[in-house]
C-alpha cells in the first residue's frame, strides 16, 4: 500500500501521552488583596497544574504561584468566576472576561483534573478498595463494641439470676407448705433457663457479627469487580469502535489503492492539507449532469482531522464512565470547540486577548476565496444542474466517541462537528419528500377518492425512500433560514421553508404543484438510547387537492438509526400512519413493520387499507418503503378489522423507486434530485440554506473550515436571539447559563417571528400551526429582501 511506502508520507507517529494534554493560556483576573484587588495575569494549564505569571514574557523566567489539579475543587461563583480550591492551603479566585471564555477555562480545568486523577486512578482504586475496607472495619468494630457491651449484660443477667436462685435456695430451707416448695423449684429452673437464654444470646451475636464480616467483605469485593468490568467493558466498546473506524479506514484505502496509481497518490498524502480551493473550478462547473469526466476535488484527509478525533475522543474520555459524564452542552460545546481549534492550529495565539478570535479563529484565505467563488458563479441554465456533490472526504471519526456522553439526550442539543452531517440543511432535507411528486400529480386525476387515497399512500411512503443509506444528519438550520426550490419547470412543484422555531427546531414548509399543494411543519423529538438513536417526528402534513376539495392530513412514523455503537449504521422506520381525508372522514392506516432478522418475509415492508368513514375497507396497499408500493381496489373483505382477508382486483404499481446513481455511496448516498438542492442560484433570499457557509465549506470537503464557521454561526444565532428577545417580557427568561446555541429555551414569546409564514390555528386539525403567506414569492419578483436578517 501506498501510504506505507511512501517515507515522506506516513503519519507522524502519535505523541506520547503526556505531550498529548494540549497547553491552554490565556489572561485571567486573579485576586490579590484587598488593597490591590484582582489583577490581570497570564496563566498557563499545562500538565495539571495551573501556573501564572505577571506577563507572557516572564514564563521562562518567573512563575508567581502554582496549583496542582490532582483532587482540587473548581466552582463557579458567578457567570465570570472560577474558584479552585485544592482542599487546604491554596484558593485560586479567578476572573474570566465573559462567561464563554469562563466556561472554556472550566471546562479545561475540567478536564486536566480528571486526567490527573485517570493517571493515578490505579493508586486510587487501590485507595478506595482501602477505604472501603476501612468502612466494613469501621462498622464491625463499632458492633463488636456492642458485642462486648451484649457481653457484659449477660454477665449481669447471669449475676442476677444466679442470686435469684440463691435467695430461692434459702427460701426452700425455711418450713414451707410442700406446694409453695415445688412452685420455687419452677422458679429456679426459670432463672436457670433465662441465664442460659442470655449467655446462647452473645454466642449467637458473636457469631453474626463473625458472618457480617465476612460477608461484607465478599459483597464489597464483588461490587468493586463489578464495577471494574463495567468500566473496562465501556473501554472494550470504545476501543472496538475505533478500532472498526480504521478497519473501515484501511478497506476504503485498499479499495482505492486497487484501483489507479491516482489513488495511490492520494493515500500516499492522506495527512496533507486539502486544496479544495485549487481543484474546484466554480467557473467550469465540474459537477453538471452531462459532464463525462468530473473532475472530483481529490479529497485528502486534512491533516489535523486525526487531531481532532483524538481530541474530541481523548476530552470526552475523561469525563465518560464517570459521574461527571458531560450534560452540559455548553461544556461539550466548549469541548468542540478547543478540539477544533488545537486541532486546526488555529489557535491564535498572536492576539491572546481578543476572545473572539480565539474561540472562533478566522477562515483561511483559501476557504475564503472558495465561498466567494461559488457565490460568483451560481447555476445560470437550469437544464444544465449538476447531478451530484463533491467526494465525501474520508476522516474517520466514531460518531459513538461523540454520543456515549449524550445517553437520552436530544439530538437537536448535542453540538456535532459537521463529520456526521451531510452537505443540506433539514429545510433541503425536507424538500426531498417531493422526490416522487409524480405520484400527487397522478392522484389529482383519480375520480375515486379512495383510489386518490391509496395514491396518496404511496405518496407518503416514498418519502422515506431516501433515507434507506442516508445515515448522516442534516444541518440544523438557523432560525430564520429558508430556502427555496423552484423547480415549476421541470417537476412541476415549486417548495419554500422556513425555520420558524429554534427550540425546539421547527421547519415550515409549502410546496404547491399544478394540482394539489402540501404543507408541514416538520418537528422531532429524537432520543439518543445507547445502541441506537430514534427521531419521532411530531408535526401534521398537509395535501389539498383544491379541484375536487380533498383535503389529507398524516403524521410521520418513527426513524430509528441502529449501530451507534458498533457497525454500519442503518435505518430503520416503524411504526403506524394514519391519513385522514377530511373531505368525507375516510381513512387510510398503515403500519410500518420494524426490521427482523427472524423473518423470511420482506424487509422494511408497509402495509395497509384505505377504509371509508364506516370502516368499510376500499384500498389494499402493499410494498415496502424502499422500493415499491402497490395499491389494489378491494372487491370484497372479511374478518376482523385489524386483520382481514380481502378480495381484491388487480394490482397496480403506485410507486417505484427509481435506481439512484450507482457511485452515490462516495457522495453521501445522495440521489440525484438531493445532489442539486444546494446548488448556487441566482435570486433567492439572503437567507437561502445555499448560503450557508459551513455547510458550503462542509460539502467542499473542507471539514475544519466548516467546524470553526458552525461555531461562529451558532454564536452568531446566540447573540442575536439573546438581543431580540431582551426586548421579551422577563417570562421568557434566557438561561445565562447556557452557552451552547442548542440549549437556549425558546418558545412562542420568542421576540423572533416567522417572516414568510405567519402563527394561525389549523382549519383542519384546530392545532396552532404556521400559514404560509405567499409573499416570498412576491418579494422575490422584485427583489426585495428588505425584511431578511443577516444570518450568515
Ligand atoms: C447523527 C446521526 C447518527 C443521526 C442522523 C439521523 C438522521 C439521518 C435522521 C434522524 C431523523 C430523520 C428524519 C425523520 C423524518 C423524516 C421525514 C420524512 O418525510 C423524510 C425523511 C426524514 C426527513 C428523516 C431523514 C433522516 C433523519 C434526519
Same mark, same amino acid.
Given at each position: ?27 485571567l483576573?486573579k ?12 496563566? *498557563? ?8 505569571y ?26 465570570c468566576?472560577? *474558584? ?30 480528571a ?24 462498622v ?45 423449684k ?58 472498526q ?18 489513488d ?17 473550478? *466554480? ?23 486525526? #487531531? ?16 461527571s ?137 416514498s ?55 402540501c ?26 387537492f383544491?379541484?375536487s376539495?380533498?383535503?389529507?392530513t ?49 424487509q ?71 445532489s ?8 433567492? #433570499?439572503p ?11 462542509m ?52 421576540a ?41
Amino acid at each position: 500500500m501506498a501510504a506505507s511506502d511512501s517515507k515522506s508520507s506516513t503519519p507522524p507517529p502519535p505523541p506520547p501521552l503526556s505531550m498529548v494534554d494540549e497547553d491552554m493560556k490565556g489572561w485571567l483576573f486573579k485576586w490579590t488583596n484587598y488593597i490591590k484587588g484582582y489583577q490581570k495575569r497570564w496563566f *498557563v494549564l499545562s500538565n495539571g497544574v495551573l501556573s501564572y505569571y505577571r506577563t507572557q514574557a516572564e514564563i521562562s523566567q518567573l512563575c508567581r504561584g502554582t496549583i496542582s489539579l490532582n483532587g482540587a475543587t473548581i466552582h463557579t461563583e458567578d457567570s465570570c468566576t472560577i *474558584v479552585i480550591s485544592n482542599g487546604g492551603t491554596q484558593t485560586f479566585h479567578l476572573r474570566a472576561t465573559s462567561e464563554v471564555e469562563r466556561q472554556r477555562w472550566v471546562t479545561e480545568l475540567e478536564l486536566a483534573k480528571a486526567r490527573e486523577i485517570g493517571h493515578t486512578n490505579t493508586d486510587r482504586s487501590k485507595e478506595k478498595e482501602l477505604s472501603a475496607n476501612l468502612e466494613v472495619s469501621s462498622v464491625v468494630s463499632s458492633l463488636n463494641t456492642k458485642l462486648s457491651e451484649l457481653r457484659s449484660q449477660s454477665e449481669i443477667i447471669s449475676k442476677h439470676s444466679k442470686a435469684l436462685q440463691r435467695c430461692l435456695t434459702e427460701l426452700e430451707t425455711i418450713d414451707i407448705p410442700p406446694d409453695v416448695s415445688t412452685k420455687i423449684k419452677a422458679w429456679m429452673e426459670r432463672a436457670n433457663l433465662i441465664r442460659i437464654a442470655s449467655v446462647g444470646m452473645v454466642t449467637n451475636c458473636s457469631e453474626y457479627l463473625d458472618l457480617a464480616q465476612s460477608q461484607g467483605n465478599k459483597w464489597q469485593k464483588m461490587l468493586y469487580n463489578e464495577r471494574r468490568q463495567r468500566i473496562q467493558l465501556v473501554e472494550m466498546v470504545d476501543q472496538i469502535a475505533r478500532e472498526q473506524t480504521v478497519l473501515e479506514h484501511v478497506a476504503n484505502n485498499d479499495k482505492q489503492g486497487d484501483s489507479t496509481d491516482e489513488d495511490d497518490a492520494s493515500d500516499s498524502c492522506e495527512f496533507f492539507d486539502a486544496q479544495g480551493g485549487d481543484s474546484f473550478d *466554480v467557473t467550469t462547473n465540474n459537477y453538471l449532469v452531462n459532464c463525462q469526466s468530473q473532475n472530483i476535488i481529490q479529497h485528502k484527509s486534512l491533516s489535523s482531522s486525526q #487531531a481532532l478525533e483524538k481530541l474530541v475522543n481523548e476530552e470526552l474520555d475523561c469525563s465518560g464512565g464517570s459521574s461527571s459524564d458531560i450534560d452540559d452542552p455548553a461544556e461539550s460545546s466548549a469541548i468542540l470547540t478547543a478540539a477544533i481549534c488545537s486541532s486546526t492550529g488555529l489557535n491564535t495565539d498572536r492576539d491572546e486577548n481578543n476572545k473572539s478570535s480565539r474561540m472562533f479563529p478566522q477562515l483561511s484565505e483559501n476557504a475564503k476565496k472558495m465561498l466567494e467563488d461559488v457565490i460568483k458563479h451560481p447555476l445560470k441554465q437550469k437544464d444544465k444542474r449538476r447531478c451530484r456533490v463533491p467526494d465525501k472526504p474520508n476522516h474517520p471519526l466514531h460518531i459513538w466517541s461523540i454520543l456515549k456522553n449524550c445517553i437520552g439526550k436530544d439530538l437537536s442539543k448535542i453540538p456535532m462537528p459537521v463529520n456526521f452531517s451531510e452537505p443540506l440543511s433539514m429545510l433541503q432535507r425536507i424538500t426531498e419528500d417531493f422526490e416522487y411528486s409524480n405520484i400527487l400529480d397522478t392522484a389529482a386525476q383519480c375520480k375515486d377518492s379512495f383510489e386518490q387515497m391509496a395514491y396518496v399512500a404511496a405518496f407518503t411512503i416514498s418519502s422515506y425512500s431516501t433515507t434507506v443509506n442516508r445515515t448522516s444528519k442534516p444541518f440544523n438550520p438557523l432560525l430564520g433560514e429558508t430556502y427555496e426550490c423552484d423547480r415549476m419547470s421541470d417537476l412541476g412543484w415549486k417548495a419554500f421553508n422556513e425555520q420558524v422555531s429554534h427550540h425546539p427546531p421547527i421547519s415550515a414548509q409549502f410546496c404547491s404543484g399544478k394540482e394539489w399543494s402540501c404543507w408541514q411543519e416538520f418537528s422531532m423529538s429524537s432520543k439518543f438510547r445507547g445502541k441506537y438513536l430514534q427521531a419521532i417526528p411530531n408535526g401534521i402534513a398537509h395535501l389539498d387537492f383544491p379541484a375536487s376539495g380533498n383535503h389529507y392530513t398524516w403524521t410521520k412514523v418513527t426513524t430509528t438509526v441502529h449501530n451507534i455503537i458498533v457497525g454500519k449504521l442503518w435505518v430503520d422506520q416503524t411504526g403506524d400512519m394514519t391519513i385522514t381525508n377530511h373531505k368525507d372522514g375516510s381513512k387510510c392506516r398503515l403500519s410500518y413493520i420494524p426490521y427482523s432478522y427472524f423473518t423470511r418475509d420482506q424487509q422494511r415492508k408497509v402495509k395497509g387499507y384505505v377504509m371509508d368513514k364506516d370502516n368499510e375497507i376500499k384500498w389494499v396497499i402493499n410494498g415496502t418503503w424502499d422500493n415499491k408500493v402497490e395499491i389494489a381496489p378491494v372487491t370484497k373483505f372479511e374478518g376482523p378489522i385489524e386483520s382481514p382477508t380481502c378480495q381484491t382486483g388487480s394490482y397496480i404499481m403506485a410507486w417505484q423507486r427509481q435506481a439512484p446513481p450507482s457511485d452515490n455511496e462516495k457522495y453521501y448516498y445522495f440521489t440525484v434530485l438531493a445532489s442539486q438542492l444546494n446548488e448556487i442560484e441566482e435570486g433567492v #433570499a439572503p437567507t437561502d440554506s445555499r448560503l450557508r457557509p459551513d455547510q458550503r465549506l462542509m460539502e467542499f470537503g473542507l471539514w475544519d473550515e466548516a467546524n470553526i464557521e458552525k461555531l461562529r454561526l451558532e454564536e452568531f444565532q446566540r447573540v442575536r436571539n439573546r438581543k431580540a428577545n431582551a426586548g421579551v417580557a422577563d417570562s421568557n427568561q434566557i438561561n445565562e447559563n447556557e452557552e451552547d446555541d442548542e440549549t437556549v429555551q425558546e418558545n412562542d414569546n420568542s421576540a423572533i417571528k416567522p417572516l414568510w409564514f405567519k402563527r394561525d390555528v389549523c382549519k383542519w386539525t384546530k392545532k396552532p400551526c404556521f400559514t404560509f403567506t405567499h409573499e416570498y414569492w412576491e418579494c422575490k419578483q422584485k427583489s426585495d429582501w428588505s425584511r431578511c436578517p443577516s444570518l450568515f
